[in-house]
């Protein structure tokens, strides 16, 4: 078996590591015998939608920002029709503004993807933090670090996560981040995949099973590293207490799952 990863825009959407989230994908599939092929999706390239099984959208300046808007533009109608069509997204930062109707800079108004009914406002101050959320999407806590200006206000969508430390979309409220259908929006850098591999996960068998069906169910890897890793963060956030009681809860749940199994 084999996906097709589409990165959008490489040149312009590529801050705070966010090259890393491919790499994750492209690896958690090659360590369990499954096929990657990475398709940089550089600015005047043609792009096939119905060949892609997941798009990644990374973050940029304010300006690189403005250009890939521009340049999205002409691909609207046919990255909704992936969308609704189960098709999966990963964006971050400036690529998850763009997911939405538009991103009121300090200076201008940006047109987004309007894939969703969210919209972002610049506001003085920056949100700048490491983060930890609760999110239905793993059972272990979500760590990333986030860094922006924009202010997004997701309505009646499903967060990411609700924070447990950090700042999320707005800085005054406990969401970070947006669900859609097959489409996560988020804040987090870090890269976030590499520190979060079960949110890795899901987005790699929601991808499977909308091109194999039941045969795309994920075989467990071991994660003993970014577990750890994990672990360390969110001690560090949360303190000690806290922490070792969320990752005795986690692997807790790991057991039950293994026994049930």
């Not at 860094?147 to 409220?173: C, Q």
Request: charged content about 25%.
């Amino acid at each position: 078996m084999k996906l097709n990863i589409g990165y959008f825009y490489p040149e312009l959407l590529n801050l705070y590591g966010d090259r890393g989230n491919i790499q994750c994908l492209k690896m958690r599939l090659q360590w369990r015998g499954l096929q990657a092929r990475v398709l940089p999706l550089t600015v005047g390239s043609q792009i096939g939608f119905a060949g892609l099984d997941l798009i990644l959208m990374g973050g940029g300046s304010d300006r690189d920002q403005e250009l890939a808007s521009r340049y999205l533009g002409a691909v609207k109608q046919e990255f909704r029709r992936f969308v609704e069509d189960g098709g999966v997204v990963l964006a971050v930062c400036g690529g998850y503004q763009l997911l939405g109707d538009y991103y009121r800079t300090k200076d201008k108004k940006l047109g987004g993807l309007g894939i969703l009914d969210i919209y972002t406002e610049w506001e003085p101050g920056r949100l700048v933090c490491n983060t930890v959320l609760d999110s239905p999407l793993a059972s272990a806590p979500v760590v990333g670090f986030e860094n922006h200006s924009g202010r997004t206000f997701i309505g009646a969508y499903e967060p990411l996560g609700r924070v447990l430390t950090g700042l999320g979309n707005t800085g005054a409220s406990d969401l970070e981040g947006v669900r859609y259908r097959n489409v996560v929006g988020t804040y987090l850098h870090g890269p976030l995949l590499p520190k979060n591999p079960q949110i890795c996960d899901f987005l790699l068998e929601r991808a499977l099973e909308r091109r194999y069906g039941d045969q795309g169910i994920l075989a467990p890897l071991p994660d003993e590293m970014e577990r750890l890793a994990s672990r360390e963060i969110v001690q560090r956030r949360l303190g000690r207490r806290t922490g070792q009681r969320m990752q005795k809860n986690f692997i807790q749940g790991i057991v039950d799952s293994a026994e049930k199994g």
